[in-house]
């Protein structure tokens, strides 16, 4: 007879565990201390196993049919559910500990090739834009809905060229995930298109007048004193931005008016020899004397082991008064002021601007190559810039 509810409630523990039999192989057995546990009784290969399904009441008699049942399917299969049951409790464990962040963080760490300020880059972009969101998820249930909706929230802030970056890099950790058994596709590879890439704006450069307004803007910015240091140093240098903000001190010889960036804080990861003209070094001079006790040049104000952030020189640029410029474009300035003047050869210009290497037959690139022409070009760009302040 099939048990009731009323039954298995009502039913007493006796001094040795005892059997209450249903249908079908299921029963329930009842402890001497009152627990009650439904098991299922099969055969495979003529061999009697027994299932444990759960406890009662937390596991009601029509929950413990419907679980017999699925067991009972699993061994018409010649599977045994106990079996079934470990290898998806391992499979869930694995799914657990594959969500969407530990995979990508594992991704990230096990790109090989690229520099720490890039590895850092992705770190940041995942961070902020995707993990709040699907990082406790796993990896495999991640969609492209999902991914679809976190890179809507970077267009909304005017961030589409990122979330471009980003949807491709998702990509790459798909594959990745895929390659590690953790993923079936790629969901990313569906939003290819979804954005629209604006316009490059290039590099301008400023004309005289533009940067005699720059030099008499920086005459009365009040802004911080380090900010209008390193703009000056960027018109009279040319460095990119980020080799300005990676500036250190164990790199400038103030007695030698030269400033020997080592390779690894360059672009083109090549040591960049830069001819400090005097008031280049009168700056740097000013700059020691409030970060010179620190290794950085240009460290952040939250966080002063680590540089200023990318965007503060732009935005001090900006306060500045040179609304439609950025800091890059003191590249392009001098650039084309110099190549106009005719007084110098192509190949020193693009030298000490650390561009590419035009000639690919050359053997190897000489950081010290046409040192003396660049510390004069340097002297020359020096008294330009200077000048156009009295124009």
């Known amino acids: 007879m099939p048990l009731t509810d009323i039954q298995i409630r009502q039913a007493r523990p006796g001094d040795k565990p005892r059997k209450l039999s249903d249908e079908r192989g299921l029963f329930i057995e009842i402890r001497p201390t009152g627990a009650k546990y439904w098991r299922y009784r099969y055969k495979i290969d003529g061999k009697e196993n027994v299932f444990a399904l759960g406890e009662y009441p937390e596991m009601g008699l029509a929950e413990a049919r419907s679980e017999r049942d699925k067991a009972r399917a699993l061994v018409k299969q010649g599977k045994h559910p106990a079996h079934v049951r470990r290898t998806e ?30 590895r850092n880059q992705l770190t940041r972009a995942f961070t902020k834009n995707l993990f709040p969101y699907v990082g406790k998820m796993p990896v495999r249930d991640v969609t492209a809905a999902h991914l679809l909706e976190c890179l809507r929230r970077m267009e909304k802030r005017g961030a589409t060229y990122y979330a471009i970056s980003l949807c491709n890099w998702l990509s790459q950790m798909f594959r990745f995930a895929v390659r590690t058994l953790r993923a079936d596709a790629d969901p990313a590879s569906a939003l290819y298109g979804a954005f629209v890439r604006q316009p490059i704006e290039h590099s301008r450069p400023m004309s005289v007048a533009d940067m005699a307004r720059f030099r008499e803007e920086l005459q009365t910015y009040g802004g911080f004193r380090t900010n209008t240091i390193a703009l000056e140093l960027m018109q009279l240098l040319f460095l990119r931005t980020v080799e300005i903000r990676r500036g250190r001190w164990e790199d400038v010889d103030l007695e030698a008016a030269l400033w020997d960036i080592p390779a690894e804080f360059m672009k083109k990861r090549r040591r960049h020899l830069v001819p400090l003209p005097a008031r280049a070094v009168e700056l740097l001079k000013e700059l020691h004397s409030i970060t010179g006790g620190r290794g950085l040049m240009f460290p952040g104000l939250r966080h002063p082991d680590k540089p200023v952030d990318g965007s503060t ?48 037959t050359k053997a190897a690139y000489n950081h010290a190559q046409y040192l003396s022409e660049r510390v004069e070009m340097m002297q020359w760009w020096e008294k330009f810039c200077l000048a156009t302040s009295n124009e």
């Open 89 to 118: 409790r391992a499979r869930q464990t694995l799914e657990n500990q594959s969500s969407f962040k530990v995979v990508a963080l594992e991704w990230i760490s096990g790109k090989v090739g690229i520099s720490d300020s890039y």
């Open 313 to 360: 020189f732009n935005r001090a640029l900006e306060r500045l008064g040179m609304k439609g410029f950025t800091c890059h474009d003191f590249r392009a300035t001098a650039s084309t002021h110099l190549y106009e003047s005719g007084l110098f050869r192509g190949e020193v210009i693009e030298m000490q601007l650390a561009h590419a290497e035009s000639n690919k």
